[in-house]
Every structure is written in structure tokens, then in C-alpha cells.
């Protein structure tokens, strides 16, 4: 199991920047794979950003070219890098780990989320 930590949201004027961290208790190496989602009022969680245990990352095509996601092991903590904030990524962010084990499959995990407002 995994306890995620979500850090860093708060409010942008469009055009600005913000990074997110997520704050993981164990090794991030040993996670399977890690990534973000959001969820705006009225819609539906969805897919940003995820990294693979390889290193290997994928985007949403509504944030590629603008938001990087990348890790540190030393910290254990995962970031999401955000550049040319548009009002519509306005949402609630929010970590996801997954774990693959042999007791119980593949799990996910998730933070309590943080707060993005981007005004226009």
C-alpha cells in the first residue's frame, strides 16, 4: 500500500504556472506506474499525465507541450510541472499510484486532491 500527499494547488491567473507534488510513503521506484487526474464540477475524472516505472510518460492531449510530469526517488515524491495554465484546467487535481502485486492484483491509490483555479 501506498499513502499519497498532494501539495501545491492554489490560484493562477491564466498564462501562469504551477507545480504540483505528490508526497508518496515508499519508494516511488517501486511503484508500477504513477500519474495525475483532475475532475472539474459536473464532469468526469480524467487522465492528465501518467509515468510508468520505466520512465516512460504519456500526456492528455489537452495538456501536451504545457505540463511536465516527472519524479524524484531520493524524495519519494512525484511532480506535475504546469506551464500556460488556461482557465479550463481549472479542477481538482489529484495523485494516482498504481501497485501490482501478487496478493492482491493491481490496486490503485489516490490523493485527497488539491484545488486549481486558473482566473482568466
Known amino acids: 500500500q501506498v499513502q499519497l500527499v498532494e501539495s501545491g494547488g492554489g490560484l493562477v491567473q491564466a498564462g501562469g504556472s504551477l507545480r504540483l507534488s505528490c508526497a508518496a510513503s515508499r519508494s516511488i521506484s517501486s511503484i508500477n506506474a504513477m500519474g495525475w487526474y483532475r475532475q472539474a464540477p459536473g464532469k468526469q475524472r480524467e487522465f492528465i499525465a501518467r509515468m510508468a516505472s520505466s520512465g516512460r510518460t504519456n500526456y492528455a492531449d489537452s495538456v501536451k507541450g504545457r505540463f511536465t510530469i516527472s519524479a524524484d526517488n531520493v524524495k519519494n515524491t512525484m511532480y506535475l510541472q504546469m506551464n500556460s495554465l488556461k482557465p479550463e484546467d481549472t479542477a481538482v487535481y489529484y495523485c494516482?499510484?498504481?501497485?501490482?502485486?501478487?496478493?492482491?492484483?493491481?490496486?490503485?491509490?489516490w490523493g485527497q486532491g488539491t484545488q486549481v483555479t486558473v482566473s482568466s
Open positions: 494516482n499510484a498504481n501497485i501490482v502485486t501478487v496478493v492482491a492484483g493491481s490496486v490503485d491509490y
